[in-house]
Each structure stands twice: as C-alpha cells, then as structure tokens.
C-alpha cells in the first residue's frame, strides 16, 4: 500500500532552517514528479517545490525560490526539503505528494482522496 510520511517540521524563529523529510513506501514508474505543498491556517493549498524522477528539473514557487532546495535519496525512496531563512508567511502545514510537477503551476489544488499524498507535517515560525 502506498503511503507517504513527513518528518522534521516544529518551531522555528524567522531567519532559522528546517530540512523536512518524506518517505514513500513504493516508488513506481507511474509517478515522474516527487514534491512538496503547503496550506497555511485558512488558506487554500499552495504549490512549493517539485523535481521529475525522470529528467531531474525542479520547480520552486516564486515565494521560496532561493531558500527552499529539494533534493531526493532514489535508494532510500526519499525526497527533502531543505528550508532556510524561514519567514512567518512560511508557517503551514507541509505535505509530501506523487503529483507531477505539471500539476504545481495549475493554480488549483486539491489532496482529497488521493493517496499519493502524505498526511503533512507543521512548520511554524515565530518568535
């Protein structure tokens, strides 16, 4: 059964770093994107970072390009998002997705009833 797991959120102050970390049970050739989203409390989904298994291209949205890097372990089935010089905009809850990264400039988004999508991990950042 495919799931997918998100560790390494918490309590940061601004300017700090996290470097979040999702596992995925299996890992077929059906997926060719590996990501991250982001909803921030009583706002809709926000795309943040995507790389293609395939071709290795990243996609980072305009509001963390230059602080967030995405990475990925292919023998470990695992994909990072390492966040640095974190804001208070960036608190949210993190999930970790199978979408392609087509998906990430649609505009519209939505994780319901797709399990391809991890249950997320909260980031806040605060003083």
């Known amino acids: 059964q495919l799931q997918l797991v998100e560790s390494g959120g918490g309590l940061v102050q601004p300017g700090g770093s996290l470097r979040l970390s999702c596992s995925v049970s299996?890992?077929?050739?059906?997926?060719?994107?590996i990501g991250w989203f982001r909803q921030a409390p009583g706002k809709a989904l926000e795309a943040v970072s995507c790389?293609?298994?395939?071709?290795?291209?990243?996609y980072y949205a305009d509001s963390v390009k230059g602080r967030f890097t995405i990475s990925r372990d292919n023998a470990k089935k695992m994909v990072f998002l390492q966040m640095n010089s974190l804001k208070p905009e960036d608190t949210a809850i993190y999930y970790c997705?199978?979408?392609?990264?087509?998906?990430?400039?649609?505009?519209?988004?939505?994780?319901?009833?797709?399990?391809?999508w991890g249950q997320g991990t909260l980031v806040t950042v605060s003083s």
């Open positions: 790389i293609d298994v395939n071709d290795q291209t990243t």
């Open positions: 997705t199978l979408e392609p990264c087509t998906y990430y400039t649609g505009g519209h988004y939505s994780r319901a009833g797709k399990p391809y």
């Open positions: 299996e890992y077929s050739v059906g997926y060719s994107g």
